[in-house]
C-alpha cells in the first residue's frame, strides 16, 4: 500500500512539473520580406493553433491563446528582420518565480514552428 501511495504522489509531482519560462529571442526572419509581411506571416500562423493575434503598436503583437481553463499571453515584438515571443501573462499555468506549467514550452515551440512555416511561405509567394 506504501508503494501504491509512493507511485500516486510522484505521478502527481511529475504531472505538475514546471519549468523556467520559454522565451524566443531575435529569431531571424531569413527572407527579404516586409515589415508588414512579417506581421501578416505570424497573424496567419497564430491562427492555425487557435491563438488570438492583436496588434499592441507598429512593431508589436500580443498572442492569447485558451485551453480549457488556463490562458498564456505572449508579447511578439517583430521588425523585417526578426522576431521574439516573450511572456507577458497567464492564468491557472502555475507561474511563479520565473517558471510555468511545462506545456507552455509545448506551445511557445508550436507557434514558433508555425510562424516559420509562414514565413516561408510568404517568401514563397
Request: proline fraction near 4%.
Amino acid at each position: 500500500m506504501k508503494k501504491l501511495i509512493a507511485l500516486i504522489f510522484t505521478l502527481v509531482l511529475v504531472g505538475c512539473k514546471t519549468i523556467p519560462v520559454p522565451e524566443l529571442k531575435s529569431e531571424p526572419v531569413g527572407y527579404n520580406l516586409t515589415q508588414e509581411q512579417v506581421k501578416n506571416a505570424i497573424v496567419d500562423a497564430g491562427y492555425v493553433r487557435n491563438w488570438q493575434i492583436t496588434p499592441v503598436n507598429d512593431n508589436l503583437l500580443r498572442g492569447t491563446l485558451n485551453v480549457r481553463s488556463h490562458m498564456l499571453e505572449v508579447d511578439i515584438p517583430y521588425s523585417a528582420e526578426d522576431y521574439s515571443i516573450l511572456y507577458y501573462g497567464s492564468e491557472n499555468l502555475k507561474y511563479k518565480d520565473g517558471k510555468i506549467h511545462k506545456k507552455v514550452a509545448t506551445w511557445v515551440r508550436n507557434l514558433n514552428l508555425d510562424i516559420k512555416k509562414s514565413i516561408r511561405e510568404a517568401a514563397a509567394k
